[in-house]
């Protein structure tokens, strides 16, 4: 079965650094694109950043650009995503997700362009 698990986050600082992990199983990482998405309280789910097979192509959230960078190591079955800067608008729930297809389009911002989510792991941002 697919399995993906979220790890890394925690509370953090105003300004500080948290970097996530996402381990994959169950399916062939390396052919599939992959996303964060983050959910805070009382707000619906939100497109954070959004990476192609090979690292080739990103995409990011306006308000998570030049502070957050997804990465991915295929040898390893595992995603990131190098959270900078943190702001207390970050603090959220993050989730991962897997696309059963190898690129990036305008669908990659949607939940339900990915097939596959992680339990998700909390971020709490103070001020």
């Known amino acids: 079965q697919v399995q993906l698990v979220e790890s890394g986050g925690g509370l953090v600082q105003a300004g500080g650094s948290l970097r996530l992990s996402c381990a994959a199983s169950g399916l062939t990482f390396r052919s599939y694109a992959m996303g964060w998405f983050r959910q805070a309280p009382g707000q619906e789910r939100e497109f954070v950043a959004a990476i192609s097979w090979n690292g080739g192509s990103t995409d990011y959230a306006d308000s998570v650009k030049g502070r957050f960078t997804i990465s991915r190591d295929n040898t390893k079955n595992a995603g990131y995503l190098q959270m900078n800067s943190l702001k207390p608008e970050d603090t959220a729930v993050y989730y991962c997700?897997?696309?059963?297809?190898?690129?990036?389009?305008?669908?990659?911002?949607?939940?339900?362009?990915?097939?596959?989510w992680g339990q998700g792991t909390q971020v709490t941002v103070s001020s």
């Open positions: 997700a897997v696309r059963l297809n190898a690129y990036l389009n305008g669908g990659s911002r949607t939940e339900g362009w990915y097939g596959y």
